[in-house]
């Protein structure tokens, strides 16, 4: 499954140079002046899960299938974007459309780049956004809420529901606070929530693109974010964008080595997916066999079946059982038989909530 996360913030931050470092491509111009990508570009990056070689290995694999996780590099916002200012009825249409949001932040002084507000000040930049993103909400729903509370008085309960989640909502707002805060009382209001699609009720991760000698421990600019990303209930992480961009250009086998000069234990995409986790609230099961060892995502507290339906919507429809083996079980003990025969394996119904690393086969009707 994956999730779409989508790369903003203001132009010339380092949005684009990340999306290419992320992605290992050129797909999106890096260019020292505001709104170089006009068009979103979509890449997908394999999930790296040192987990997938240690099951290959013990299953005679002849293939590792990482599972996919999608960025969107989207424009560059200006101030009053919410009211159409450069491409902010775009931007703010594209931001709609993804799970969460990266928001790189500029924490690094190189002069040679220009800042759209002629100030390094990651805090403020952070806040211009999200004013733009609350401005937008707030528009929406000062024309949704009336109307739903108008229909709620005749009868609808669908209106009834609207009315008394984004009503919260619309609270919140008018408040200079988050949507995201809402806390819906029940299954109806979180999907008549989730369905409203409001730009500052995605979960948020704060990316502090510095230089490359911050790039082990960040610098003060990067630890004011993870201040505010800690009063926030977000998630922060430090990377250099210009590190990652040259990594990107290295044979995999040389890339340990030049962390390790540069003090890094992992690189920056490992750091953003492993917080994108986190936020997102995902975790990754496996299939492994003589073919193929393969990673897939699912929310945390998934079933099953649900997980079944990540592989196939067939597989969770005629769902009978799932045989289930943890990680530590299968690495130990070195594999399905043996883990079978230590009563390792479980066969699990249709109620079972899947755990991280399971190693899973399905069966099905």
Known sequence: MGFRCGIVGLPNVGKSTLFNALTETAAA?????????IEPNVGNVAVPDPRLQQLATIA??????????GFVDIAGLVRGASKGEGLGNQFLGNIREVDAIVHVLRCFTETDVTHVEGKVDPIADAETVETELMLSDLESLEKRVPAAAKKATQGDKEAKIAASVLGQALDL???GKPARLTVPKDEDEARVFAQAQLLTAKPVLYVCNVDEGDAANGNALSAKVFEKAKAEGAQAVVVSAAIEAEIATMAPDERGEFL???????????RVITAGYSLLQLLTFFTVGPKETRAWTTHVGATAPMAAGEIHSDFEKGFIRAETIAFDDFVALGGESKAREAGKLRAEGKTYVVQDGDVMHFLHS
Do not use: H, V
């Open 29 to 37: 111009q890096a260019a020292n002046y505001p709104f170089c990508t």
């Open 60 to 69: 005679g694999s002849q293939k590792i299938i990482e599972t996919q996780l």
């Open 173 to 175: 707002l008018r408040d």
């Open 260 to 270: 390790g000069e540069l003090g890094l234990e992992e690189t920056g995409l490992a």
